[in-house]
C-alpha cells in the first residue's frame, strides 16, 4: 500500500495493484472562492496552494475515484472536467449519483457495506461532518474501508469530528492505517466541522496499533489547526511515530 497526501483532501492510494483516487480537488490555487471562516478570519481564495504535481500524473492510470461527498473542496469543476467521463466513480446516495451523472460520467455505484472493485473489498462507514448546528448545514458524507488478501486494511475517515460511528468503524474493521481528515476546520456560524487534535486523539486511544495519516491540513482557509500545531501536540503526547502529518506531495508506504 502506498498513500500520497496531495492537498487539502485529495490524496492517492495505491491499493493491491490499483490506484484509487479520494476526493479530487485539482482547482489551481485561488480559483475558487474563500468560504465564511472562524478563528482565523482568513478570507484567501481556495485552494490555498498549487498542486504539488500535474493533474496529468495525479489522474493517470486511476482505476476508480471515491467521493466521500461533493463539497467544493472534496468535488470541484476542474476535477470533473479534468476526469475521464468513463471512469469508476463511487459515491455516497442516490443524490450524489444523479450529480454527478448529470456532469456526464457514467459509471457511477453507490458505496454500501458490501462493494467490491475487483478483488478488492469496500465497505461504506458512517461520519458526522460537524457537531450540532453544523450538521443540518454540512450535509452527508461517509468513509471507506479497504481490505484485500495482500494488504493491511486502511480506513478513510473523511470528512468527519470524532463519533460513536467513527468508534464502531475501528471496532468492526479494526484497520492497521487510518487516514483522518485534520484542520479543524470552522465556520463562523456553525463551529467544527472535521476533527480536531483532541479527536485525533481519541482516535489513537481507540487504536493504538494502527498508523493514522493525517490530511486535510492547511489547503483551504478555513483551517484553523495548521500541521506546525498538531505536530507539537502529537510531541506532546509521544505520538508522532503513530500520528503522520504528511506535507503535501508525500507519500507513505506500508
Known sequence: MKIRQ???ATIIVEFAGKKILVDP??????VLPAFIPSKTWSFKRNPLHDLPISKAEIIKDVDFVFLSHLHPDHWDKE???TL???????????????KIEEMGFTNVEILTENSVFGEIKLTRTKAQHGRGYMLRLAGLVCGLVLKHSTEKTLYIAADTVWFEGVREALNQHKPEVVVLNGGDNQFVF?????????DIYEVHKATPSA???VSHMEGVNHNTLTRKDLKEFLSEKGLTDKVNVPEDGQSYIF
Not at 480537488?25 to 485561488?30: H, K, P, Q
Not at 475521464?84 to 444523479?98: E, R, S, T
Open 6 to 8: 496531495i492537498r487539502n
Open 84 to 98: 475521464p467521463k468513463g471512469i469508476k466513480i463511487f459515491v455516497q446516495d442516490y443524490p450524489d449519483q444523479l
Open 25 to 30: 480537488m485539482l482547482s489551481g490555487r485561488g
Open 79 to 81: 476535477a470533473a472536467n
Open 211 to 213: 498508523t493514522i495519516i
Open 190 to 198: 456553525g463551529g467544527q466541522v472535521v476533527m480536531n487534535k483532541k
